[in-house]
Every structure is written in structure tokens, then in C-alpha cells.
Nanobody, 123 residues
Framework: QVQVVESGGGLVQPGGSLRLSCATS??????????MGWYRQAPGKQRELVAS???????KYEDSVKGRFTIVADMAKNTVHLQMNSLKPEDTAVYYC???????????????WGQGTQVTVSS
């Protein structure tokens, strides 16, 4: 069982910045991480992908955060960070870290989630 631990949420004023961090609690052997990402879920809305990074270095962003958020993943250290700048009230949500892995022996996929961290953007 892989533990996914998040940190860095909080309350910030519009235009401010926050940095979210996520790490697995231990080595993921015998699994290989393929993708690490951040999702968010606002009250009354579905969970949506915010940003993701793959092992080959490619990244993906939700349109509304492009140019404001930056995802940085270190697959060797099993960590991923989300730098959030120019925050807006509509960014308010619970942010979840997601880790997609693959078994080194069977190639079966696995997915783990963090417990979520609250981000509130308000004056």
C-alpha cells in the first residue's frame, strides 16, 4: 500500500501564491510511478484535473490555470509540487494529489490518492 501525503494548503488573498507538496511515504518498489498530478474539487462540482506530470517529462494543465500554476515532479524522489500564483477565488477547492503507478512485475496499473488539502482564496 502506497501512502500519499500532501501539504501546503491554506487561506490566501486573491492574487497571492501557495505551494502544494505531495510525496509518497516510502519507496514505491516494486512499482514505477508513471504520472503524478493534482486534482481539485470545489463544493457542488466534480473533481477535475488541475495539472499532471509524466515520467517522460511532459506536463498537462487545466485551461484556467495555464500561466499561473506550475507543476514540478521528481519521480526519483517520488515528489510533486504545485506552485500556484495569481490565485483567484474560483481556485478555492480541496486539492488532491494523485499518483499513477505500474507494477514492475505484471504491468498492472494502480492509482493512489492523498487525503486532500484545502485551498481557500478570499479577501
Amino acid at each position: 500500500q502506497v501512502q500519499v501525503v500532501e501539504s501546503g494548503g491554506g487561506l490566501v488573498q486573491p492574487g497571492g501564491s501557495l505551494r502544494l507538496s505531495c510525496a509518497t511515504s516510502e519507496s514505491t518498489f516494486p512499482f514505477t510511478i508513471n504520472t503524478m498530478g493534482w486534482y481539485r474539487q470545489a463544493p457542488g462540482k466534480q473533481r477535475e484535473l488541475v495539472a499532471s506530470a509524466t515520467r517522460d517529462g511532459s506536463t498537462k494543465y487545466e485551461d484556467s490555470v495555464k500561466g499561473r500554476f506550475t507543476i514540478v515532479a521528481d519521480m526519483a524522489k517520488n515528489t510533486v509540487h504545485l506552485q500556484m500564483n495569481s490565485l483567484k477565488p474560483e481556485d478555492t477547492a480541496v486539492y488532491y494529489c494523485n499518483v499513477d503507478l505500474q507494477s514492475d512485475y505484471t504491468n498492472d496499473p494502480y492509482e493512489y490518492w492523498g487525503q486532500g488539502t484545502q485551498v481557500t482564496v478570499s479577501s
